[in-house]
């Protein structure tokens, strides 16, 4: 168990729709980043937050937008999907040494 | 642009014996962290071993153990004494040690262990 928890765990939706995946990092890390795991393929960077604020920006949709809350738990939104938007999506958080500790994933499947 | 390349799609190792996984990296940076991260079938991301550019020594997990190149630009997984459950999608992974704090993975290549 890394500490990173995310929610939900599996989510089903259809086209068109918009959903939102749930992220809270371990206690005392202020970083939280976005991947994006297609079936069979790497991790590819969307964004990171560090304690609030959009710290870097990777291959992320203009579909997709993510906010850190001040308690530092962090949302992926993602909307207009699409079927190909289907994919395992990664939280992480860091912590002072520059170590990534992963969540489980949110495994996301559009109909 | 930074860039994370790894050339084996597929590997197979026999059990007990060992297994090297290769990875090269493109940078301009001289300063900077590698990853190997290790994904089994639970998809779950498990961190394997990591390695600071600015230090010569390789660094070593039990029996995981890189060999680090800095001016090849290559960092490679050792694996001694195979065992099933290193069966997994290896990962190498670059992230920058300034304030722009992306990470890049690469391709990964997929391990398996044959009894």
């Known amino acids: 168990d890394s500490g990173v928890t995310q929610t939900p765990k599996h989510l089903i939706t259809a086209t068109g729709q918009r959903v939102t995946l749930r992220c809270s990092p371990r206690s005392g890390d202020l970083s939280v980043y976005w991947y994006q795991q297609s079936l069979d393929q790497g991790l590819q960077f969307l964004i990171q937050y560090y304690n609030g604020e959009e710290r870097a920006k990777g291959n992320i949709l203009e579909r997709f937008s993510a906010q850190q809350f001040p308690d530092l738990h962090s949302e992926l939104n993602l909307s207009s999907l699409e079927l190909g938007d289907s994919a395992l999506y990664f939280c992480?958080?860091?912590?002072?040494?520059?170590?990534?500790?992963f969540g489980p994933g949110t495994r996301l499947t559009v109909l | 642009a930074q860039t994370v390349t790894q050339s084996q799609p597929e590997m197979s190792v026999q059990e007990a014996e060992t297994v090297t996984l290769s990875c090269t990296y493109d940078?301009?940076?001289?300063?900077?962290?590698l990853f190997w991260y290790k994904q089994p079938p639970s998809r779950q991301m498990i961190l394997v071993i990591r390695q600071e550019a600015y230090k010569q020594q390789n660094a070593t997990e039990n029996r995981f153990s890189v060999n680090f190149q800095k001016a090849a630009k290559s960092f490679s997984l050792k694996i001694s004494d195979s065992q099933l459950g290193d069966a997994a999608m290896y990962f190498c992974a670059y992230r920058w040690k300034t304030s722009y704090d992306k990470v890049i993975f690469g391709p990964g290549t997929s391990l398996s262990v044959i009894p």
């Open positions: 940078t301009s940076e001289s300063d900077y962290y």
């Open positions: 992480a958080s860091r912590d002072l040494g520059g170590e990534q500790f």
